[in-house]
């Protein structure tokens, strides 16, 4: 019983953020080596391959079911039911959390990804993703400004079990599709773009394992990255950033010892690249703000829904939708592939209504300090 109690006590431990956040290091580049592409990680970017697979859109390089996203739920999933923390919740305010994460998507696809995207790229050398964390960091701290002003989503209630497994069943049924490649005729989905990044894939087997692995870690460890930057703005809280840090850290030395590592920077010298460039910041600053708002970033909203939260299997739906509206309706200047910093003139009114959107409901869904209390009890 007292080693029981030890061991959930090291889940929850420090020590334990790190060497989840040094699994992710390690494996992230590792994936890359194997023929993934860059980053060997990024959740938006494989959401979007899996919105493409199932024809939502056709997006050159954007088309292949990603078993590491499978391999995050089911990995998740796992975890919660072995140490019985799966508990099937939903009701939180779930039209809000679809279009946060339609908008954060949105906002991730506008330049180098979800955060861990952004961390991973950074780890490379890609000197792009350090502008764009810090349009990131902005976002998480306008979403905390929120927060403290009373922005609150109400907790979700208890439901049927059944209810928080039907997401871990989707990512079972896309596994299906992907190992056995099930189609009715050539013209069906799933599809398979071979143009990158979509054509650039580690080995499916290896790529599931990985997913699970840090699925596991991830929900025994509750790691998030916006967590990190939200809770050292709202409680001076480092507990997540130190699994932040380590994973940043250790990507960069796998990528060194790999040959990886290669600093580069997009320059943006002519006055409308640089538009372009603000635009697509802020894109990010629009998805860690809704990231912040919705509860986790893009990985943590997989890790949840793993363990039966259908508020997050539904901002997951959400960013799902997000990535099929972007490139069926232009809102790249590019295809699933190519040079950050060009939103669309359709993307920037996007982007601005994502703004919009969180402003609004971040005044209007607010309870008082009093009612916190209460719920709190």
């Known amino acids: 019983m007292m080693n029981k109690k030890r061991l959930i006590n090291y889940f929850g431990s420090k020590s334990f953020m790190i060497f989840t956040g040094c699994v ?39 088309q292949y079911i990603r078993p590491e996203i499978i391999g995050l739920v089911l990995g998740s999933t796992l975890s919660a039911v072995l140490f019985r923390e799966f508990k099937a919740r939903e ?4 039209i809000i959390r679809f279009f946060l994460g339609f908008f954060a998507m949105i906002g991730s696809l506008s330049f180098t990804g979800c955060p861990f995207g952004t961390l991973l790229r950074l780890a490379e050398g890609n000197l792009n ?13 306008t979403g905390v400004l929120f927060i403290r002003g009373g922005f609150y989503l109400e907790r979700p209630k208890k439901t049927k079990t059944v209810t928080g497994l039907i997401f871990p069943c989707l990512m079972l049924l896309l596994f299906l599709l992907l190992f056995f490649n099930i189609r009715v005729n ?18 499916i087997w290896i790529s599931i394992i990985v997913g699970l692995v840090i699925g596991f870690l991830a929900q025994r460890s509750r790691f998030c990255t916006i967590g990190g930057f939200r809770d050292a703005f709202m409680i001076r809280n480092g507990h997540y950033l130190y699994g932040i840090l380590a994973m940043v850290i250790m990507a960069f030395i796998m990528n060194l010892i790999l040959g990886q590592y290669n600093v580069f920077f997009n320059n943006a010298t002519e006055p409308a690249g640089i538009i372009e460039y603000i ?31 259908t508020d997050a299997a539904v901002f997951v739906l959400g960013m799902l939708c997000g990535a099929a509206i972007t490139y069926n309706f232009g809102l790249l200047g590019r295809p699933a592939c190519g040079t950050v910093g060009d939103l669309s003139i359709l993307g920037n009114i996007t982007v601005v209504s994502g703004f919009i959107f969180c402003l609004v409901i971040g005044l209007t ?8 209390n209460d719920i709190s009890r």
């Open 186 to 203: 050539d013209y069906s989905a799933p599809f398979r773009s071979w143009n990158e990044p979509s054509s650039l894939n580690a080995p």
């Open 129 to 141: 993703a350090a502008l764009a964390l810090i349009a990131l960091i902005a976002g998480v701290f």
């Open 365 to 372: 869904m607010r309870i008082s300090k009093g009612e916190f």
């Open 279 to 309: 635009w697509s910041l802020l894109g990010m600053m629009l998805a860690g703000l809704a990231f912040t708002m919705g509860g986790g970033c893009a990985g943590r909203q997989l890790f949840l829904s793993g363990e039966g939260d």
């Open 24 to 62: 992710i290091g390690i494996l992230a580049p590792i994936l890359h080596r194997l023929g993934n592409p860059e980053t060997g990680l990024c959740v938006a970017c494989m959401e979007r391959d899996i919105v493409g697979a199932l024809g939502l859109h056709q997006a050159p390089g954007g």
């Open 91 to 94: 009701g939180s305010a779930p």
